[in-house]
């Protein structure tokens, strides 16, 4: 074996399901917290980042009663560019705009910043969740945040924004939110009529009036739901005060979206709403509860209408806050929980390196569709059939590649190895670096396990900010190893540059 590895857990996960429909929901809420009961990566920020005391019980649902995975990570650390990865399977580098912007600067990595990777041509037409399900008869939908399609805030009118998203594969859009809230009330009057802020009420009512429709007709669907909650743009707090459940980005709904499963005994928004504030301790709390009730009507939804045991659930955040923008495990690494009682064994774990690119291939292959594009990812579904055959694989061999900016980074096995484009340069890497002391010398190379095999979250082991420039280490970090995290790098900036064309294949040793 190269890699110090980490141990394998060898549980099988997966159950024989009865019925052959399959409905899928990818849930990711924007900039929420990684808790800490959800074993996060050291927290630089030295911060606790606990649940608020009422608990999150309807996302514990889904972590508890799913599967957990304890080393996934987004491919890109800032909301756009991880969700560039989930939707379309692919390196946010191989977006259209970031290889246009790096061949018009003559540069020979891809520049992966928000809004570079919007999708562009095939990766709105065929190369993404959606369209991939539409085109497998599966109803489609998007709810919340979208953030994914070249859009002027000039011309908005919801049925533009609603018009751009559909392009993108999507039968269903509504509770849009076409980009980001922005930072202040009266700022986004140039972007609509400045009556409306986070409503998850509003989403969450359209988003199961999808699942009721197409329980109705007994269709199969895929739906991407991204609340705009917890989301600084626009505090929570204003949102919940200064407007109501009936100001929505289409305009002044002329009834109140009341959500069974959601609100509890609440007939009215009002009353509801002011549950929140009793239910908080702070500030911090009430986004994380709205967010969490919100599930809590989409799990009613599904089990009114018998389809929760056949719902494919998966719940992850965009990416870490603690780094966020920066290469680090605070940035990189994400909670990411899959409910789905007709196949998998609730309350297991993997420790499988995963990725936000995997998730189209993984659900491609449990719905049984077959790739008709090209992607980075790779399915891990055989990972929880039967741990024996791929977690080894999952966990100690395959690389994973992590990009903003022009900074690289991938982690194979135990070992991180850092890529800084241009050290004299101000990436968000080496900004965040210099703020919270971990290490941004160019080529370093972390061991996340300090030499044991398990993965290190200890805040007060934080692999990162041990200033061990491993290079110097020559008995751990040997030059041959070191000669293969450069060429694995080479490799993965080879295939994602502006003039690779196609290329697809793997990079990294154990090729
Ligand atoms: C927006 O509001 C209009 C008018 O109330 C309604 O007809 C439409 O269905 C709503 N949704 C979308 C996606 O336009
Ligand atoms: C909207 O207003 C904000 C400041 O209030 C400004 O920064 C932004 O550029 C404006 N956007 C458009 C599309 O005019
Ligand atoms: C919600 O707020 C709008 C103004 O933003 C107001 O016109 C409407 O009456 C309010 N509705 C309720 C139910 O309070």
Redesign the pocket.
Known sequence: MLFPSTTLLVVSTFLIGSSDAMNVIVMQPDDLEYFNAWTPPPNVRSVTVEFPSVGLPNIERLRKDGLQMMNAYTASPKCGTSRYSTITGKYPSRSRSSQRIASRENAYVSRVTIPTTKMQNQDCSTDNLAATFQRNNFATAMLGKWHLSRFN??QYTYSNAVATVQNCGFDVVDGLYIENL?ANE???N??SDGTFSHNMEWITYEAVKFINDQASKSKDFFMYFNPTVPHGSNDIEMALTQFNCTDTANGSLDFEPIVPGMMGTHTTCESYRKSIFERAESADDYGPIWLDDGVGGLIKALEDNNILDDTLFLFQIDHGMTTKGALYEGGNKIPQFIHYPSKIVGGSTSNALVSTIDIAPTIYDFAGITLDYDLDGISWKGVIENANNEEDFFKNERCLFFEMEQDRAVRCGCWKYLKINDITSSSTTITRGNQFGLSNLEHNAFDLCDGIDEYIADDGNNREAIAANLYEDSNRFTSALKQQFEDAMTCHLERTTHDAINQFASCGPQM
């Open positions: 805030n000039n922005a009266n700022e986004f140039n972007y």
